[in-house]
Each structure stands twice: as structure tokens, then as C-alpha cells.
Nanobody, 124 residues
Framework: QVQLVESGGGLVQAGGSLRLSCAAS????????MGWFRQAPGKERTFIAA????????YYADSVKDRFTISRDNAKNTVFLQMNSLKPEDTAVYYC?????????????????WGQGTQVTVSS
């Protein structure tokens, strides 16, 4: 059974940084694209970032480009999201996602599996 377990969320002041982690298990991690989505209160879950199987290609939503960085460690079956220059509008539950390719995550907004999410709160 595939499991995605996010960690690293918390409360931070505007301008601060957080690093999210997602540990994956249950299938060959390096065969799949990974990504991050977020869902703010009262809003739909939206795509944030994706990385292909090798880590050689990354993609970002315009709202986080140049502030967030996605990376992966295939030896540790873990994907990361480094979030810098955080803003109050970044407040949301952040979810790890996985799929056969980044297009699935970026354009279809779907994932084979979802983690339980980790709360990020940015205070002004």
C-alpha cells in the first residue's frame, strides 16, 4: 500500500521560511513524479510544484515561483518543498502528491495517492 507522510508544517511569520518533507513508501519512488498541492480554507486544492522522476525537471505555480523550491532524494524516498519569503496568503494545508508524470499533477490536478497534509500558517 502506498503511503505519503508529510511533515514540517507550522506557524511562521511573514518573510520566514519552512521546509516540508514527504516520505513515500509502497512503490518504487524513483519511477514516479512527485508534487505538492495546497488547500486554503474554503478553497479548492491547487497545484504548487512538481518534480520529475530524476529531479531534472521542476515546475511551479506562478504564485510560488522564485520563492519555493521542490527537490527529491530518491535514495531516501523523500520529496521536499523549501518555502522562502512566506506570505500570509501561503497559509493552507499542504499535500504531497505522486503520479506517472508531472503533466498529470500540473494540468489534471490529480494524484495517484494523497498524504494527510501538513498545516502551514503564516502570520502577518
Amino acid at each position: 500500500q502506498v503511503q505519503l507522510v508529510e511533515s514540517g508544517g507550522g506557524l511562521v511569520q511573514a518573510g520566514g521560511s519552512l521546509r516540508l518533507s514527504c516520505a513515500a513508501s509502497g512503490r518504487t519512488f524513483s519511477n514516479y513524479a512527485m508534487g505538492w498541492f495546497r488547500q486554503a480554507p474554503g478553497k479548492e486544492r491547487t497545484f504548487i510544484a512538481a518534480i520529475n522522476w530524476s529531479g531534472g525537471s521542476t515546475y511551479y505555480a506562478d504564485s510560488v515561483k522564485d520563492r519555493f523550491t521542490i527537490s527529491r532524494d530518491n535514495a531516501k524516498n523523500t520529496v521536499f518543498l523549501q518555502m522562502n519569503s512566506l506570505k500570509p496568503e501561503d497559509t493552507a494545508v499542504y499535500y504531497c502528491a505522486t503520479g506517472r508524470d508531472t503533466s498529470m499533477l500540473r494540468f489534471r490536478g490529480t494524484s495517484d495517492y494523497w498524504g494527510q497534509g501538513t498545516q502551514v500558517t503564516v502570520s502577518s
